[in-house]
């Protein structure tokens, strides 16, 4: 969603904003724009579009050495030029940038109204730097005016702001992140930390409350009261810097290509082969807690709601404990529930889902304790549990998540093998996991040196007008994740149901040549899923087939796409990867964007 870079330094800023921009671009957004701040004046240019459509109406040179810029993501008002940031106030003194949702904008911008101020653009955002310029005119200092200003929001809010004839940059944190980036004689301010590693490792990661000024050779921070904060400097790790395509067609391809190693860096150091268990030092989890935890909740928007969806089948089977997962949202606003002494998952690839966060806080506030499984270090459901486990999949660009999919499920695995060995899973059977799991990175590149006839399925699926994904246990949850990747790449409707309850509605949907995916690994509920299989081709349908390599069903599918065996707990980290191939060649085939698929967000951080 959102994104924004600022500097304030020896440099001139617009190519660095704009390079910032780009680094940006993967989280999703419509419009974009930047302000750069001469000393004199500020001159803003903007665009609905690309970064590449912002470039087209940049004028060769724009003097200036402070700068502000944000890719938009519309929440409130549509996808026009005018509501694109940066905001400026009424007289031009102020420009602004701000990720977030102010929930009382309307109550203030009436406010500004009875004042004779209005606001030009629909946005919330634009109440801000207008109020802010009413503050300045009653002759506060920039400070001041933000101060006076964020004690009377409701919302969240990241913000960045240039004060014409005040040599400053002004961020504050409210719910929606930001960075600052310590250079030598330059400050940089991201919203996340990929267009950071260019510059420096050295950061700051704002707190909600936080004001910073910012100059060029150093920044303060101080609490909306106005109390100081000492900053806390964190080295960003290195793995963000390599975020760049390289000789990849797209990011969707190249990360489903990274998986292996991917799932290599999640395990590595994490399993005890000898004793058949897990060991996740950075959860802390005492033996007690293992031992006495009642019950298990899982939480996750998208593809991490289907991570934790497995997560909570491994649990079950490996813990021998009950297991929930949640859609994040639906469990904040459900009320639901909370036992401090049970163990709540977080899972997440950003760190900054909205939904996820405030789920997070509800359960805190009740008195339980919350582990984040998170792939971005560093980021606000990392730091707001404290504890848990990183995933280790590297930077993940395209929308569409994929190798941090399977290395949610690895690290939950190794986490459900952990809890296991606490209980009742014998060191035989923990072994036997183990080992498969450290088995998982080689089969999949065994499965890419021959990927089967995905081309085929292609030809089925782009002419489809819908599709159903179908598979039990673990592997209904794998057709959800199939469908959730074909539908957002290729815009298909796609509808996932467990194989058994196929004949209770989606049948009826079946005609001469739909087409339907289903997932049948060699595990125990196989038999049973082939009478689905067996139901559906009755129908007419065409089926397109995820088997184990060697399996005899083979020549029930009419394609079929063989997979390496492993472990049948461990099937969906290699029956989901011909589903993303799938969805991302499809994806093509039709002329999507595959990397930024419409209307979708990598990051969403609002509710
Ligand atoms: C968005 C993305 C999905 C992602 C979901 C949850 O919808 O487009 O790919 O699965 O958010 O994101 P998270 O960062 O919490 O895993």
Known sequence: ??????????????????????????????????????????????????????????????????????????????????NTHPHASHNGAIHLVHNGIIENFQQLRRALASRGIECVSETDSEVLVQMMAFELEKGATPLESVQATLRRLRGTWGLCILFRDHDMMICARNGSPLIIGQGEGETFVSSDPHPLTAHTQRVVYLEDGDIAVIHPESFTITSTKGQEIEPSITVLENAWGEAELGDAPHYMYKEIYEQPDALRQCIAGRVDREMGTGRLGGMGLDHSTLVQAPHVRLLGCGTAAYAAEIGQTLIEKMGRIPAVSHISSEFRNNDTVINPKAIYLAVSQSGETADTISAIKEIKLKG?????????????????????????????????????????????????????????????????????????????????????????????????????????????????????????????????????????????????????????????????????????????????????????????GDVSIAVPSIHPWLTPLLTVVPLQLMAYETALRLGRDVDRPRNLAKSVTVE
């Open 368 to 556: 339980g304790k919350v582990f984040g499984v998170v792939n971005v270090v560093g980021s606000t459901i990392a730091r707001l549990c404290g504890q848990g486990v990183y995933i280790h999949s590297g930077p993940e660009q395209s929308v569409a998540s994929t190798k941090a999919f399977t290395n949610m499920v690895a690290a939950l695995a190794i986490f459900s093998t952990q809890l296991g060995r606490t209980r009742h899973l014998s060191k035989e059977d923990g072994r036997d996991l183990i080992h498969h799991l450290q088995q998982a990175p080689h089969l999949m590149e065994t499965y890419f040196e021959d990927v089967g006839p995905i081309s085929e399925a292609v030809d089925l699926l782009c002419e489809a007008s819908s599709v159903l994904f179908l598979g039990r246990g673990l592997s209904a949850t794998v057709a959800k994740e199939g469908a959730l990747k074909l539908m957002e790449l290729a815009y298909i409707p796609c509808l996932a149901y467990p194989a058994g309850e196929m004949k209770h509605g989606p049948i009826a949907l079946l005609e001469e040549g739909s087409p339907v995916v289903i997932i049948a690994p060699n595990d125990h509920l196989k038999e049973k899923t082939l009478s689905a299989l067996h139901e559906v081709k009755a129908r007419g349908a065409k089926v397109i087939l995820i088997h184990e390599k060697g399996d005899s069903i083979a020549s029930e």
């Open 1 to 82: 969603m959102c994104g924004i870079f600022g500097y304030f330094g020896h440099q001139q800023a617009l190519p660095i904003l704009v390079e910032g921009l780009r680094r940006l671009e993967y989280r999703g957004y419509d419009s974009t724009g930047v302000a750069v701040d001469n000393g004199n004046s500020i001159q803003t240019y903007k665009t609905v579009g690309r970064v590449a459509d912002l470039k087209a109406v940049l004028p060769d040179e724009v003097q200036g050495t402070l700068g502000i810029a944000h890719t938009r993501w519309a929440t409130h008002g549509g996808v026009t030029e005018v």
